[in-house]
């Protein structure tokens, strides 16, 4: 918990945070990892806001070929905190409760909305083989994949046109 009093009462300008959160295993597509956090906390005019930046440290598994590696893209961190809302339809807002709030849940919510939902290990990933499982970036299996369904040749002449 981040206590927030010093901030609101004037007697800090800023409040600098650094914290890892150790178990992001409750991302999709993941095998295990950190993230830290980097932000500074400033109080504008009762609106208190988090700007920073989240680093993970993941390792992830390839949606296409399946094969482990590092994932460490930023991901930039920002949120509006307040301890009361003027209307209950602002949902920008993050409400502190006795003057705290919890980074690590604000990071967990930054992780899922933000991080990627698929990984892929590089741009040019040829997956793996539909038929054997060869990992196509490897070699070349040969399997004739040009298999198809022949309900769907009627389409073919009307897509001819």
Aim: glycine share 6%.
């Amino acid at each position: 918990m981040l206590d927030l009093k010093k901030l609101l009462d004037g007697s800090k300008d800023s409040v600098t945070v650094s914290q890892t959160v150790e178990d992001c295993s409750f991302l999709d597509g993941i095998d295990c990892g950190t993230a830290v956090v980097e932000a500074v906390v400033t109080n504008h005019s009762g609106v208190i806001v988090l700007e920073g930046e989240i680093k993970p440290a993941l390792t992830v598994f390839c949606a296409r070929c399946g094969k482990q590696f590092g994932y460490s893209e930023p991901i930039k961190l920002f949120a509006k905190i307040t301890d009361k809302l003027a209307n209950d339809d602002e949902d920008e807002f993050i409400i502190m409760e006795n003057f705290a709030i919890d980074i690590d849940e604000i990071v967990r919510s930054a992780l899922i909305l933000e991080a990627p939902t698929r990984y892929i290990c590089k741009e040019d990933c040829k997956g793996l083989c539909p038929k054997c499982g060869c990992d196509l970036n490897l070699r070349d299996c040969g399997c004739d994949v040009s298999d198809r369904d022949s309900r769907w040749d009627v389409l073919k002449d009307f897509f001819d046109e």
